[in-house]
Every structure is written in structure tokens, then in C-alpha cells.
């Protein structure tokens, strides 16, 4: 008992430290940006904070001076040693993004309001705000959750995608994640919504057919949660389907669960594609321990079925019997009625998000 008792401490310890070496690392990136004195851009959004900041951008919190509200301002900056054509192809993707992002409307996925210039190299987006963290720094600092919490996260998710998919013409997200997924209040138990629409796929009646559509992009994407099909070599690019990100939900539940992604856990991204991880991923293994329902296992396996035509599309993920009983009322519009998803007391993180 005493062992347990200090184990849980320095497992707090460990979980307190993190978040100062974060915050630290958080305000260093501030003192060093461009921006660090909070400027008026677009003599509207008033920049408050650093949250994030990643390759080629910086994320603020801000204030929108015409709506009176807070925001989240994505400040891309080009690299000015890139050539014209690099930054135009970055731009133009940029500018793809946007007008896919900017027509979603559900409850579950930020909402994007505005894009702007600031000059030739610096542009930016502004999306809703979400006080909270990313479900990715949430498992980084308790490891896994419940089962109740996990299966309300995967309800939101799925209730997501359908709109996607009800939506004309219909989209596939491609990169769904912990990291893509933002815990409104920083807890298991609240509301949760999807961001990050870059590598996302508009299934047109041009593109999409029978089997599927081609996946021209691939190699982009994280891989621990892509379906063996996107890791395809032949001919011919292969051919995807919304089916890509009901995969993606089966991972994103087995990491919940059991704290560790079921392919390739301990694996770098180049080490998965040298040793065609995925493509060797044909049935998942279970630990034995915590102790997961039967009804969950066998819902993570449906959707992490091998072969693409033995995997749940989206629609018949929404109506899987491992959710529906659980729900007294679900549609679209994202007005979610759960039943048997206990609230947890754990307390509020941080506030640390991405977008």
C-alpha cells in the first residue's frame, strides 16, 4: 500500500513538472517571437498570449475586437529563403484548408472565422477559442482514462464524422489524432472538438468513385493512425475512403484505454514505413490489463478490421451497438443525450491547446 502510495505521488511529481517545463518552454517561445508585443493585426485581433507555436507557425490567444470574443490567431510564417514556388504551393494548400474549414458547421468542430495577410511572407488564420488542452498532452499526463470517459470522447468523434460525411460533397478528415482533438474544459468527461483540416479530402463526384478516390498525398499524414491501405505501393495510388478516419477512431480509443497505440508504439514514423508496420498490422493484440469490456474490444476491432471492405463505414460506425444503447438521442447537428458516462472529478490542466 505504501509503494502504491508513492508511486502515485512521483507519478503527480512527474505530471507537475512536465507542465512547468511546458509553461517555460511556452513563454521562452513568446520573448522570442516577432510578436511578443502583442500587437493589434488587422486592426481587429488583439494578441493576448503565446499557446503554441510549430513549424512554420505561432498560435495566440486573442481578442476580436469587432465581435467582442476570444480567438485563436495561427500566424504562418514563411521560411524567406524559400523559393517562390515553395511558398506558393504552401499558401495555396493554406488557402485550400480554408475554404474547406470555413463551411463546417457542428458543434464538435472548431469553427474558423477569418484568414488574412500581413505581408508576402506572414498570413493568418483565426479560429474559436477552446480553453483546455489537446487530448494528446491530456494521455501525456495521466496515460490512459476510463472506459465511460473514452467511449464519450469516441461518441463526439463519430458524431463528427458523420456530419462530415452527411455534407455535401462529403470529407475525409485523414488525420485524426489526439493532438487534432481539443478537450473543451481540459478534462475525459466534457465536450470535445476536431481541428486541424490540412491534410483533410473532399470526396466530389469528380474524384470519388466506386471504390473509393485516390490518395494523391501519400507519405503526409501521422502514421500511427493511418489503415494499412494508405501504405499501398503499386501502379496505381490506392484508393480511400471515409473508412481512413473510422480507422483512426479505433486507435484513438485503444490509446485512451489502454495508455499505448496498438501499432508500432515505440516505433519513429520512419522506422513504421521501413518496417511496414501497418501493413503487418492485421489483427490487434489486447493487454491484459486494465481490464477493458468485451463490447469495447470487440467495437475497436470492427474498426481496425485489416482489408477495407470488412471495416464499418462511417454511417454504420454511428449506429454500432456498442454506442447506440448508450445514447437516448443523437444526430448530426451534434446534440448528444448520453446515458452511463459518469462525470470524473478529475481537476482542469492547463490551459494548452492545439489547432
Not at 522570442?32 to 498570449?49: G, M
Not at 489503415?227 to 473510422?246: L, Q, R
Request: include cysteine; glycine fraction near 6%; proline fraction near 5%.
Amino acid at each position: 500500500q505504501e509503494e502504491a502510495e508513492i508511486q502515485a505521488e512521483l507519478e503527480r511529481l512527474e505530471r507537475v513538472r512536465n507542465l512547468h517545463i511546458r509553461e517555460l518552454k511556452r513563454i521562452n517561445n513568446e520573448d522570442n517571437s516577432q510578436f511578443k508585443d502583442h500587437p493589434t493585426l488587422n486592426e481587429r485581433y488583439l494578441l493576448l498570449h503565446l499557446l503554441g507555436r510549430g513549424g512554420f507557425s505561432e498560435v495566440y490567444k486573442a481578442f476580436d475586437l469587432y465581435e467582442q470574443r476570444y480567438a485563436a490567431v495561427k500566424i504562418h510564417q514563411l521560411n524567406k529563403s524559400w523559393r517562390d514556388e515553395k511558398k506558393e504551393n504552401y499558401h495555396k494548400h493554406a488557402c485550400r484548408e480554408y475554404r474547406i474549414h470555413k463551411e463546417l458547421d457542428h458543434p464538435r468542430i472548431v469553427k474558423l472565422y477569418d484568414y488574412f495577410s500581413l505581408d508576402t511572407d506572414t498570413f493568418c488564420t483565426v479560429l474559436e477559442y477552446c480553453e483546455g488542452n489537446d487530448l494528446d498532452f491530456y494521455l501525456k499526463q495521466h496515460k490512459l482514462m476510463s472506459e465511460k470517459e473514452a467511449r464519450s470522447i469516441v461518441m463526439q468523434i463519430v458524431n463528427a464524422l458523420r456530419y462530415l460525411n452527411e455534407i455535401k460533397p462529403p470529407i475525409i478528415h485523414y488525420d485524426l489524432k489526439p493532438g487534432n482533438i481539443l478537450l473543451v474544459d481540459g478534462t475525459a468527461c466534457g465536450e470535445i472538438k476536431i481541428t486541424d483540416f490540412g491534410l483533410s479530402k473532399i470526396m466530389d463526384d469528380d474524384s470519388y468513385g466506386v471504390d473509393g478516390m485516390d490518395l494523391t498525398s501519400q507519405g503526409a499524414g501521422t502514421y500511427w493512425y493511418l489503415p494499412p491501405e494508405c501504405f499501398v505501393v503499386g501502379k496505381e495510388p490506392p484508393k480511400i475512403s471515409n473508412k481512413v478516419d473510422v480507422w483512426s477512431v479505433g486507435v484513438i480509443f485503444f490509446q485512451c484505454l489502454y495508455g499505448r497505440k496498438p501499432f508500432g508504439h515505440n516505433q519513429s514514423q520512419q522506422d513504421i514505413l521501413q518496417e511496414n508496420t501497418i501493413l503487418k498490422a492485421t489483427e490487434v493484440q489486447f493487454p491484459v490489463k486494465p481490464v477493458v469490456s468485451n463490447e469495447a474490444k470487440a467495437f475497436i476491432r470492427r474498426c481496425l478490421a485489416y482489408r477495407k471492405e470488412d471495416r464499418f463505414d462511417v454511417h454504420q460506425l454511428a449506429n454500432d451497438p456498442y454506442l447506440l444503447p448508450h445514447m437516448r438521442r443523437s444526430n448530426s447537428s451534434g446534440n448528444l443525450h448520453m446515458t452511463g458516462l459518469a462525470a470524473s472529478p478529475t481537476p482542469p490542466t492547463s490551459s494548452i491547446i492545439s489547432y
